[in-house]
């Protein structure tokens, strides 16, 4: 099993930057990608960005490609997704994954763990 336990949401106004954070623990070794996914009140899961542990390739939904910056700290286990030019639409709860196969890094059934999420506001 691998725990995930995200942090660093908050009220950010249109324009500003937040940086979230996932502290994965447990049997991290076995851990091939980790994710960023988001959901909006009355919407559906949405990916917003994966890295493949290892060799750190990383994928970005278009709606934050430019804006949004998907990172890893080996040494802590922890992820982080900086957040740059935040706009109302990215209001949601975001969850960290990890996954432990390859495959389609943007469909979110495909991740075996998930975080408790953590709420991102954004005002306009």
């Known amino acids: 099993q691998v725990q995930l336990v995200e942090s660093g949401g908050g009220l950010e106004q249109a324009g500003g930057s937040l940086r979230l954070s996932c502290a994965a623990s447990?049997?991290?070794?076995?851990?091939?990608?980790m994710g960023w996914f988001r959901q909006a009140p009355g919407k559906e899961r949405e990916f917003v960005a994966a890295?493949?542990?290892?060799?750190?390739?990383?994928y970005y939904a278009d709606s934050v490609k430019g804006r949004f910056t998907i990172s890893r700290d080996n040494a802590k286990n922890t992820l982080y997704l900086q957040m740059n030019s935040l706009k109302p639409e990215d209001t949601a709860v975001y969850y960290c994954?990890?996954?432990?196969?390859?495959?389609?890094?943007?469909?979110?059934?495909?991740?075996?763990?998930w975080g408790q999420g953590t709420q991102v506001t954004v005002s306009s």
């Open positions: 994954a990890a996954r432990r196969y390859t495959g389609s890094y943007y469909i979110g059934y495909e991740y075996d763990f």
């Open positions: 447990g049997r991290t070794f076995s851990v091939y990608a």
């Open positions: 890295l493949s542990w290892r060799g750190g390739v990383t």
